[in-house]
């Protein structure tokens, strides 16, 4: 089995799984907490009055500060402070912090305190925090973690912490993160740079705030009463609607360190000259490429071949020290190890295409929609890299619908070697209708990445069944997959051994059917990329069909559901986000028991608007129950202000899917 992951190897993205968390903090015992000397800014945060919260909040924070200071040698000094109040149970893990470091980053001090309700203090020092690495196996770097407990984290009571890091950036910008997921009472930045150096600033989702001017060089921006981000459901990626500001320093004239990064347009030209010399190609690469294109008629099935090699011989490992979080390996250490992370498989493949007379180039991009922001020029918020790839004379790109059209270099195929199960023509969901810096020899430009149409991503179901006299349905129902419908069950097959993938498939039986007896299931095209993904699956499900007096009521829509609850709140604020734009089709025929008849049928339907569509109609062809319906969802997001009417959309399409046909014995 292959290995499929997403990478988030560029290294200035610094998150650690909540798993992780959760399992480390739950091996976390708080030694008897000491009684401690609570600093003054700690008390004088715990002693403020609040005004009055939601009566879910889990808690407040009262004061999250940042001192950074910039010294002329380009290293950065920054003192965090936080203080929370912790309102409800739910709060306690308030009281886990987690604080990253590595060789870059060194962390001076770390230490945390309480102040229970009835006045006692706690201390809790960093000997006492159990440090971590936030990755598997399959992910090397110097990235560690320190995990602090501290004591006495219950409702009612202060909390806080208080840590320094010393680092020598590649790149001289920051962010100020200061909305959350609970309220913030008072939020600071303080900026001390060296004579000489100047700053910028990019606001994002909140007001600006001006800065104030504070002794010799120094700034601070203050925040008070910052409102949560609640939770809507199908919202966004958090990073892409919390209220923050990036900031730039720099001296006047040249920048010695990380490049210039005022412009997209710089920002690539750095990248481009990190990886300037990573894609010299080998005899070894040769002679592999010679191998795997040996049998190729087409320029377009020599691409194929390679794109394959890369996605599924080189494994998936990161080893990322220092520079590394930004920079490939060269492409024969990657070719001979058969392993690295996103950048490396791109870098390899592209040195292979080159060889064959096909270029390509490098794109950052983020794998969570809408957290780059145009107007910010940085390459701290990118996560991943992929490739596009330049047609060549002879290349035919017809069925490759992962396209852009750029206005100097043409048309530009986007793939994700990385992605095991998305096959070349095609993009995975959470890099459709993003955004990506494509990076050239003449610097970078920020591109728009497609949407792929619906009739890329493919579900079609139909179900040959048969009703007894007891309202038994037994039968077949296939499935056929392309696109992002495939790949999503093909992941959702592989990750498990084949022995499991019975339960799997019962499982997803389960979804639409209860009652029912699993008789088997078949899988065809499991592991490959391009061909479609079929399944077969067969059951009984015992009193399908339910008696009213002489009548009997089936629901002629047998399996799958497309309809979603939930998804208006009061005063939503957020967009809908789909996955996906598709195109689904369900045609499920029940042969009816002898001597039974149709009485009754629901209704037809037809919806449509702008972003999504649905058609439905049951007929009675002979003895045949016949019911065929058509989902489109056009669009991956759907505005705040049209949540309602899409809401009111699915409502309609839960009382399809409910609908029953009455049948009845025929007169004698």
Same mark, same amino acid.
């Given at each position: ?6 990478? #988030? ?5 610094? !998150? ?26 700690? /008390? ?28 002329? $040698? ?8 936080? !203080? ?29 305190? #309480? ?13 006492? @925090? ?86 010799? $060089? ?29 900031? #730039?320093?720099? %001296? ?98 592209? @040195? ?7 270029? #390509? ?61 998305? %096959?070349?023509?095609?993009? %995975? ?71 499991? /993938? ?54 002629? /829509? ?44 629901? %209704? ?65």
């Amino acid at each position: 089995m292959t290995n499929k992951r997403r990478c #988030s190897s560029l290294r200035p993205l610094r !998150a650690i799984s909540l798993s992780v968390v959760a399992a480390v903090a739950g091996l976390l015992l708080a030694s008897p907490p000491a009684h401690a000397g609570t600093p003054d800014w700690l /008390r004088s945060a715990a002693s403020q009055q609040l005004p009055e919260y939601d009566k879910d909040t889990t808690g407040v924070i009262l004061l999250d500060e940042q001192f950074t200071t910039v010294k002329d $040698n380009g290293e950065i000094v920054t003192l965090y402070r936080r !203080a929370y109040r912790i309102l409800r149970t739910e709060g306690r893990e308030l009281g886990t912090v987690v604080v990253y470091f590595d060789k870059e980053t060194r962390l001076n001090r770390l230490i945390g305190w #309480s102040i229970t309700a009835d006045g006692k203090d706690y201390e809790s020092k960093e000997k006492e @925090a159990v440090e971590t690495s936030p990755y598997t196996s399959s992910f090397y770097e110097d990235t560690r973690y320190k995990i602090l407990k501290i004591p006495a984290s219950e409702p009612g009571n202060v909390v806080g912490y208080e840590y320094e890091q010393k680092r020598r950036p590649t790149i001289l910008q920051d962010g100020w993160g200061f909305q959350n997921r609970i309220p913030v009472r008072r939020a600071r930045l303080t900026l001390q740079l060296p004579q000489g150096w100047e700053f910028k600033t990019f606001w994002r989702h909140y007001p600006e705030k001006q800065a104030r001017a504070s002794g010799s $060089n120094q700034w601070i921006w203050e925040l008070e009463n910052i409102p949560p981000v609640e939770h809507e459901p199908f919202m966004p990626a958090w990073q892409a609607v919390a209220g923050g500001m990036a900031v #730039s320093y720099f %001296p006047r004239g040249p920048v010695q360190t990380g490049g210039n990064q005022d412009s997209w347009k710089e920002v690539g030209r750095w990248y481009a000259q990190l990886t300037a010399d990573r894609r010299a190609v080998t005899p070894q690469i040769k002679q592999k490429i010679v191998e795997l294109t040996a049998s190729a008629s087409t320029l377009t099935d020599k691409v194929r071949a390679l794109t394959v090699f890369v996605q599924k011989e080189v494994r998936y490992v990161a080893i990322e020290i220092g520079i590394g979080g930004y920079q490939p390996h060269l492409a024969s250490d990657i070719f001979v190890n058969r392993y690295g992370d996103c950048k490396d498989k791109v870098t390899l493949l592209s @040195a292979m295409l080159q060889e064959i007379g096909v270029k #390509s180039d490098y794109i950052l991009v983020q794998t969570r929609r809408g957290v780059v922001s145009p107007e910010f020029p940085t390459a701290r918020e990118f996560n991943h890299v992929i490739l596009a790839i330049r047609p060549a004379p002879g290349f035919d790109d017809k069925d490759l619908y992962a396209q852009v059209m750029h206005p100097r270099l043409g048309k530009l195929i986007i793939f994700d070697p990385t992605d095991s199960t998305t %096959p070349l023509g095609y993009l %995975p969901p959470t890099l459709q209708s993003n955004r990506g810096l494509l990076v050239t020899e003449e610097g970078g430009d920020l591109i728009e990445l497609p949407l792929l149409p619906p009739a890329t991503n493919r579900l079609t179901r139909s179900g040959k069944l048969q009703l007894d006299p007891y309202g038994n349905l037994s039968g077949e129902i296939t499935e056929v997959r392309s696109g992002a419908p495939a790949v999503e069950r093909r992941d959702r097959l592989l990750a498990v051994a084949a022995s499991e /993938r019975t339960k799997v498939m019962e499982h997803i039986l389960s979804g639409s059917l209860v009652g029912f007896r699993f008789l088997g299931a078949t899988v065809d095209n499991l592991t490959g990329t391009d061909a479609q993904l079929t399944t077969r699956f067969r059951f009984t499900a015992d009193h399908y069909a339910q008696t009213a007096g002489e009548l009997v009521l089936v629901r002629p /829509r047998v399996f799958g559901v497309k309809s979603q609850t939930g998804l208006q709140v009061k005063d939503r604020k957020y967009p809908v986000e789909m996955d996906y734009a598709s195109v689904e089709t369900d045609v499920y025929e029940i042969a009816l028991p002898i001597g039974y008849i149709v009485d009754e049928l629901p %209704p037809p339907v037809e919806l449509n608007a702008p972003f999504y569509s649905y058609r439905s109609k049951a007929e009675v062809i002979g003895n045949v129950l016949r019911y065929q319906r058509t989902y489109e969802m056009r669009t991956v997001e759907v505005p705040a202000g049209k949540v309602l009417d899409l809401e009111k959309f699915y409502r309609q399409v839960a009382a399809d899917e409910r609908g029953s046909a009455v049948i009845k014995r025929s007169a004698p």
